[in-house]
């Protein structure tokens, strides 16, 4: 198993979430995050003032997947969340031991 957790940008949130439906994820958390990549931040113009904004909005998305779906998981997250500008946002993949459904006390690939 593994825990993908996936930084995009807030507007891809929906097409993101369709391409993981039709790669058989089951479920994912959303949290709203703020940070900075490479670009380190960007400038607004509020009220005819430019300022600095240092730390972007992003989404933070968190999925437990089983081992068999990783390479689709990917890819999907990869190609829905992509713009072509700066901050699309990163993939991170770690091992997962294991999962239990509080619920039904179900586990491994099966608490997933």
């Known amino acids: 198993m ?3 957790t996936a930084i995009i940008k807030p507007f891809k949130l929906d097409e993101v979430r369709e391409a993981l439906n039709e790669v058989g994820v089951n479920g994912l958390t959303v949290s709203e995050v703020k940070g900075y ?3 380190k931040g960007h400038s607004e113009i509020y009220r005819g003032a430019e300022y600095e904004v240092s730390f972007v909005p992003k989404l933070r998305l968190e999925l437990a997947i089983s081992d068999d779906i990783l390479e689709a998981v990917r890819e999907a997250l990869r190609q829905s969340a992509y713009t072509g500008e700066f901050g699309d946002g990163k993939i991170f993949e770690c091992n997962l031991e294991q999962a239990m459904r509080i619920r039904t ?4 690939d099966e608490a997933l």
């Open 2 to 4: 593994k825990m993908i």
């Open 105 to 108: 006390g179900e586990m491994g």
């Open 37 to 39: 990549g490479r670009q």
